[in-house]
């Protein structure tokens, strides 16, 4: 039976590998939670006094539509080849089969560092709401503690969401959805407590002088939104129109930032920024503060907690689905090619995931968080490559069927490779945001190794 989105294409309809079962909510919730994550709570008093209220709305804003730039490229190519793997499919159709590795295997970095990360972060964000979390040091790293309750509570979660992620991405849907609900009643509280009790005197100065800050906010702001990419990752599962993936995309860029903007804003009219400087949770206090009481800041958090387990459920996903696209290439092991017979999930990846997730909180904060900086690169990368292959099919296939066709496409799509550049020249050394030598580029140069010995082999096999 041909699934609802090619009925629609009217393109041929292939053999269903996947259970098509995504709907319009699910997909906006799979690309919003993946772009919200837990930087919503823990950063936010850190943009209004580096940028100032009005500052970080400019911020966000700029870095917003030059993501929002990048991701219609995206949108063209996800609703004309929407298959497993997203950005490995459309290099390797446009720049062939070495360039599409290239892009995909640093993609794979980043999702993989989320990953493995989230199962830090989550602990620590708990903690602010049952300090009695931590129970004992086991060991440091690189003077970074490392807890027995953190240890049990990051590897409880990574296990639970190894398995809700195996019996079908339905489930992993639902789960999205739900855990949602939360995180939008905590951003209305918040909202609403900025609208009724805050006080403008508290949102000056609206630009901090240098008005360097707010470059030093911009550069943030790619990070914030990694993840709507994790629609394309997920395409062989959306059962929708082609068309409505590009836009579906599109729209979700668009409402995390406008999340982030009236986040940041709110909590700029609840405290001063002296307040907000020495705040280590700046959202939930913020809420606190507006409101009077305890229960609205720990509200938040748990909103906070919420964000995380969204981003981490996303980026498995997206991460299982690349490593499907490259097994079935040849570049990985071919059991990660293979579906569940029941649930159609990539299971062993998957597996593979939740098993470096669950033994990543023994390792420290320190390193880890190193290695979701490095991500921040690698991420770049690919959305490099990605709008270079934007602009090679609009040359070499102008007859390709494209359902979600953007209009003016070499101002788009040369708009989108200038931006990528420009954002990745932001974590080369001569940037005040650089990538820590030798830490973070040890750890991209590692990766870059292992990748040359998975093409070697996969250039000369046997």
């Known amino acids: 039976m041909p699934s609802t989105s090619d009925a629609h294409s009217g393109v041929p309809p292939r053999e269903a590998r996947f259970a098509r079962v995504l709907k319009n909510r699910d997909v906006l919730t799979l690309s919003f939670g993946a772009m919200i994550g837990w ?33 219609l490229t995206y949108s063209e190519l996800a609703s004309a080849m929407p298959r497993a793997g997203g950005e490995h499919i459309y290099t390797h159709r446009a720049l062939g089969a070495n360039w599409s590795f290239v892009c995909t295997w640093a993609l794979l970095f980043s999702y993989l560092a989320v990953c493995v990360f989230e199962a830090v972060a989550l602990p620590t964000a708990v903690e602010y709401l049952f300090p009695a979390i ?7 790293v690189l003077d970074s503690e490392v807890d027995l309750g953190f240890v049990v509570t990051g590897a409880a979660a990574a296990i639970g969401f190894t398995i809700v992620n195996v019996i079908g991405i339905s489930w992993a849907a639902r789960v999205q959805s739900l855990v949602m609900v939360f995180i939008v009643i905590a951003g209305v509280l918040l909202s609403v ?20 800050g707010i470059l030093s906010v911009l550069i943030m702001v790619p990070a914030m939104l990694v993840g709507f990419d994790v629609i394309p990752q997920s395409a062989e599962e959306i059962d929708l129109p082609r068309q409505r993936i590009g836009r579906l995309l599109v729209i979700s860029v668009c409402l995390a930032v406008a999340w982030y903007i009236i986040i940041s804003f709110s909590v700029a009219l609840a405290m001063p920024p ?62 990660y090619a293979r579906l569940h017979p029941r649930y159609k999930t990539p299971y062993a990846a998957i597996i593979t995931i939740g098993a ?58 040369g708009g989108a490779v200038v931006l990528s550049i420009a954002l990745l020249s932001a974590y080369l050394p001569w940037s005040p945001s650089a990538l820590i030598w030798p830490y973070e580029w040890l750890m991209i140069l590692l990766w870059s190794l292992l990748g040359l010995v998975l093409w070697w082999r996969h250039r000369n096999p046997g």
């Open 39 to 71: 930087s919503w709570v823990l950063m936010t008093g850190y943009w209004v006094t580096t940028a100032g209220s009005l500052g970080t709305l400019i911020a966000f804003a700029a870095g917003g539509s030059a993501i929002a730039l990048i991701g």
């Open 134 to 140: 931590r129970v004992g040091t086991l060991w440091s």
């Open 193 to 212: 407590g900025g609208v009724s009790a805050g006080q403008w005197e508290n949102a000056q100065p609206l630009i901090v002088t240098p008005a360097t």
């Open 274 to 335: 002296g307040q907000l400087a020495a705040s280590s949770m700046a959202t939930g206090d913020a809420a606190s503060a507006l409101w009077g009481n305890s229960w609205a800041g720990r509200l938040l958090v748990l909103g906070g907690v919420g964000g995380i387990l969204t981003s981490w459920n996303a980026f498995i996903i997206g991460a299982s689905r690349v490593m499907f696209a490259l097994a079935e290439s040849g570049y990985l092991p071919a059991v």
């Open 356 to 413: 470096a997730s669950t033994v990543a909180p023994l390792f420290g904060r320190t390193m880890l968080v190193w290695l979701i900086d490095a991500s921040s690169f690698t991420v770049m990368i690919a959305f490099l490559f990605v709008a270079i292959s934007f602009l090679v099919l609009r040359r070499t296939e102008p007859d390709m069927p494209r359902p979600f066709e953007v209009s003016h496409p070499r101002l788009v799509g």
